[in-house]
C-alpha cells in the first residue's frame, strides 16, 4: 500500500513539474506572437455609393472628419484603419451618415464600424442610396479640406496612383488585346 501512495505522490510531482514546464515555455513563446496586429491610421476613407434610380456606381474619397453629400446622404468618416501589407488584408472606419430629409431636416440614419471585406454586412441601405467602405488610403487626389485636422498626409497621388499599392506591373493600358483562339474545325 506504502508502494502505491508513493507511486501517486511521483506521479502528482511529475504531472506539477510537466504543467511548469509547459506555462515557461508558453511564456518564452509568447513574445513572439503578436496578439494584435499593427495598425495604420488613414486620412482618407473610400466609398462606393450606388444610386438605384440611375443604376450608377460611384467611387469617392473622404477625407476624415470631412461630410460629404452623395445624393441625399452625408457621410463623415471618424476613423479609417488599416493592416501593414505583411499582414492579412483588414479595412475598416467607424462612419456616420445622416439623410437630409424633404423637410430639410438632418437625421442620423447610420453610426458604426464598417467593414471592407464585408460590405453587405455593414453597408448603408437606404432607399434609394447604398453607401458602404471600400479602401483607406494614406492620400488623395482630391485637395484636403482647409479646415482637416485628421492623422498625417503622406504626400499627393497623381490621378490613378494609390501609395498603399504594390509595385508597378509595368502596364500601361491594362491588360493586351487577346490572341484568337486557333481555328478547330
Same mark, same amino acid.
Not at 511521483?10 to 503578436?34: D, H
Not at 441625399?72 to 462612419?95: D, H, I, K, N, W
Not at 434609394?128 to 492623422?151: M, Q
Given at each position: 500500500?506504502? =508502494?502505491?501512495?508513493?507511486?501517486?505522490?511521483?506521479?502528482? *510531482?511529475?504531472?506539477? =513539474?510537466?504543467?511548469?514546464?509547459?506555462?515557461?515555455?508558453?511564456? #518564452?513563446?509568447?513574445?513572439?506572437?503578436?496578439?494584435? *496586429?499593427?495598425?495604420?491610421?488613414?486620412?482618407?476613407?473610400?466609398?462606393?455609393?450606388?444610386?438605384? @434610380? %440611375?443604376?450608377?456606381?460611384?467611387?469617392?474619397?473622404?477625407? @476624415?472628419? +470631412?461630410?460629404? &453629400?452623395?445624393? *441625399?446622404? &452625408?457621410? %463623415?468618416?471618424?476613423?479609417?484603419?488599416?493592416?501593414?501589407?505583411?499582414?492579412?488584408?483588414?479595412?475598416?472606419?467607424?462612419?456616420?451618415?445622416? $439623410? @437630409?430629409?424633404?423637410?430639410? +431636416?438632418?437625421?442620423?440614419?447610420?453610426?458604426?464600424?464598417?467593414?471592407? #471585406?464585408?460590405?453587405?454586412?455593414?453597408?448603408? +441601405?437606404?432607399?434609394?442610396?447604398? @453607401?458602404?467602405?471600400?479602401?483607406?488610403?494614406?492620400?488623395?487626389?482630391?485637395?484636403?479640406? $482647409?479646415?482637416? #485636422?485628421?492623422?498625417?498626409? %503622406?504626400?499627393?497621388?497623381? $490621378?490613378?496612383?494609390?501609395?498603399? *499599392?504594390?509595385?508597378?506591373?509595368?502596364?500601361?493600358?491594362?491588360?493586351?488585346? /487577346?490572341?484568337?483562339? /486557333?481555328? &478547330?474545325?
Amino acid at each position: 500500500m506504502k =508502494l502505491m501512495a508513493d507511486q501517486f505522490d511521483t506521479m502528482k *510531482a511529475v504531472r506539477r =513539474l510537466g504543467a511548469g514546464l509547459g506555462i515557461a515555455a508558453m511564456a #518564452a513563446v509568447t513574445p513572439l506572437v503578436s496578439a494584435h *496586429a499593427e495598425k495604420i491610421e488613414n486620412p482618407v476613407a473610400v466609398f462606393s455609393g450606388l444610386d438605384k @434610380i %440611375t443604376g450608377r456606381i460611384i467611387s469617392f474619397d473622404v477625407y @476624415i472628419g +470631412e461630410t460629404v &453629400q452623395f445624393g *441625399a446622404l &452625408q457621410v %463623415t468618416p471618424r476613423v479609417c484603419y488599416t493592416r501593414p501589407q505583411t499582414e492579412s488584408p483588414l479595412t475598416t472606419g467607424f462612419v456616420q451618415v445622416d $439623410e @437630409i430629409t424633404l423637410n430639410n +431636416e438632418v437625421r442620423r440614419i447610420y453610426s458604426g464600424w464598417m467593414f471592407a #471585406a464585408s460590405p453587405g454586412l455593414h453597408a448603408v +441601405e437606404h432607399p434609394v442610396y447604398d @453607401i458602404w467602405l471600400t479602401d483607406c488610403k494614406l492620400a488623395s487626389t482630391v485637395p484636403p479640406p $482647409e479646415d482637416y #485636422a485628421g492623422p498625417p498626409i %503622406t504626400g499627393t497621388v497623381a $490621378e490613378g496612383e494609390d501609395p498603399l *499599392a504594390g509595385p508597378d506591373d509595368g502596364l500601361e493600358h491594362g491588360p493586351g488585346i /487577346p490572341r484568337p483562339k /486557333p481555328f &478547330q474545325g
